[in-house]
């Protein structure tokens, strides 16, 4: 299927880290690199962390920069970092723990774009997206 194709492939993608997509962060508010908007509409591979999800079993996730410990969704006194990445998952997928780092690969998508299942403003997502577990070494 494409995306046992897209994950088996992912060497092959463009690499973005979270400094190439988030330019800066912060007060003064997220710009975007100039490398993410080049590769915006094509198919990356980033690496990062999951972040605690709502349920055990989903069609997406936020993948974050580092660990995120604590599940935004579920205590109100957490928030999300600023520099996150909404991860649209081409099909359902379980979750991995928070301190496993991955490696995901999906259709870059940027702008400020209203996501109803977070109910929050989005500026970075991947679409159509596959992970995998990066091993330890």
């Not at 190439?20 to 915006?40: H, M, N, S, V």
């Not at 580092?66 to 099909?91: M, N, R």
């Not at 723990?97 to 109910?119: C, M, N, S, W, Y």
Request: hydrophobic share 40%; glycine share 8%.
């Amino acid at each position: 299927t494409e995306f046992t194709r897209r994950i088996s492939g992912a060497d092959n993608y463009p690499r973005l880290s979270f400094a190439e997509i988030y330019a800066t962060t912060g007060l003064i508010g997220l710009r975007l690199g100039e490398k993410a908007k080049d590769l915006a509409g094509q198919p990356v591979v980033i690496k990062g962390y999951m972040a605690p999800p709502l349920v055990d079993e989903g069609d997406f996730f936020v993948m974050t920069r580092s660990p995120v410990v604590t599940c935004p969704f579920c205590d109100f006194g957490a928030s999300w970092p600023d520099d996150i990445v909404l991860t649209q998952l081409e099909k359902a997928s379980g979750f991995v723990e928070p301190f496993q780092p991955i490696e995901v690969v999906g259709v870059l998508d940027l702008g400020a774009k209203h996501d109803p299942r977070t109910g929050a403003m989005r500026l970075v997502r991947l679409q159509d997206a596959s992970w995998r577990i990066i091993p330890k070494r």
